[in-house]
């Protein structure tokens, strides 16, 4: 979990760094490691998550994710038929970087090993999009 923090803690400054040309989201997708699901992964000393039942519980528990990862950009919450994740395919965590026109310029490999070789490709997309930052 300590890796992961730092690799949110790299998002948080990249989008510092580029918060005035680039928006960034996270997209809070099903649990991958739910107690009550396929591959459960509880963490010692942690309260369980649960499957989300209904959207309210999905939006309770990406705040709770957002906040205890100190994520410092916006949250988005996919929808019960988790169309995000099925149109990016983005199970279990995976980052993007979308383009103006709309299309993807990087396509991070999926997780669930964190995203420490996708940040350093976004930051160096975004460097070479915006040099002198």
């Known amino acids: 979990q300590h890796a992961f923090r730092q690799q949110v803690a790299a998002l ?21 490691h739910a107690a009550d699901g ?3 992964m509880p963490i010692r000393g942690e309260e369980p998550v649960h499957t ?19 994520i410092e950009f916006p949250a988005l919450v996919d929808d019960m ?8 395919d983005a199970w279990p965590d995976r980052l993007f ?3 103006t026109d709309g ?4 396509r991070a490999k ?3 090993w964190g995203f420490k070789p996708a940040v350093d ?13």
């Open 12 to 32: 948080n400054k990249l989008a510092k760094t580029y918060g005035d040309v680039a928006a960034f989201f996270v997209v809070y997708i099903r649990e991958a």
């Open 38 to 40: 396929v591959w459960p």
């Open 52 to 70: 989300a039942k209904t959207y309210d519980d999905r939006c309770a528990t990406a705040g709770k994710c957002a906040l205890k990862l100190s």
């Open 81 to 88: 038929n988790d169309s995000t994740e099925k149109a990016y």
């Open 97 to 99: 970087v979308v383009d």
């Open 103 to 106: 299309k993807i310029a990087v």
């Open 110 to 112: 999926p997780g669930p």
């Open 121 to 133: 490709e976004a930051a160096a997309w975004l460097a070479k999009r915006f040099p002198g930052r």
